[in-house]
């Protein structure tokens, strides 16, 4: 049984398939290309006809395929220890390529992002306001990074163990019983063996747990003993989430909600970079929206904070959200300054 399970080949999807087009073109992007990394390219490129579109594909949205025929030359040339990409494909000049992707395929970003967190030593990752990172992790887990988020990643061959210092992050995890997969916060941890679940902190009050897949156990840090003189640490006590469920966690306590699972999917769309609201307020609305955002923006009336929002958005397109709150809810949005933003009531 287990030799023929060995020899399944999961079907890689079309969006698998161009996101790692989308990361060699980063890759290819290095002021220097190792013998290695060349060898490794047009392995991938001639292992389907699938990678081969796919990055034709996606370089071919820049100077009409110009790009296959210098990485074509860089295959016939006589091998060499390093390689130096044509100046006209110069690092900056892909990086632009990198970012672009984001708009143009919607997986190009996270893509670019995945691959260098592949290859770097680094144990901290950051995004700033707006951006996203998808990061494969030393043991096949993935963590994805929402805007202005930071996560240090401490892996021992006994332990996995995740620092959500600040922001939003979601887990999809691997299994392994003998090395328990641990996200931690400010106020308390989140414990798993293999599932999905997102960890959001909310300042250094609060955080919120949402589990896609499988179970988690949550404990809050309850800090000393009341009369305590060793000021030892009490042993958080755990509460147990299941698929569907979210909780925020505070000092004084968990609040336990069951999701229905369309609010689910949209709660968690901002992983395909859309942001998606159906009957939240206004308040609600401006609050989640900020966090993408260095533009500041103000309700005027706080009765107006009331109104429920519905629709999709994609993540940093606020001209869409701002049209949508003129021609579909009769608000009235005034530029009030360069990064100010005031909503009121149109009259």
Known sequence: MSQSRSRVVPLRTKEAIEAEAAAWLAILGREQLSRDDREKFLVWQAASQANKDAFEAL????????????????AEATPKEVLHVPPRFSRRWFAGVAASLAVVTGIGAAAYSQLYADVSAATSFATLVGEQKTLTLEDGSIMQLNTDSRADVRFTPQTREIILVYGEAHFDVAKSQERPFVVKTSQGEVRATGTAFTVRTRGLEAFEV???????AVAASLGSQPGSDTGAQAKPEAISLSAGQNAVIEEDGASIAVIKQSDLIRKLSWRQGLLAYSGETLAEVVDDVSRYTDIDIQISDPELSQRQIGGHFRVGDLEALFDALEMTFGLKVERAGPKTILLSAAS
């Open 210 to 216: 949402t589990v896609e897949e499988g179970s988690v």
């Open 59 to 74: 370089s071919g949205l820049w100077d009409d395929l110009a790009v296959l025929k210098d990485l074509d030359d860089l």
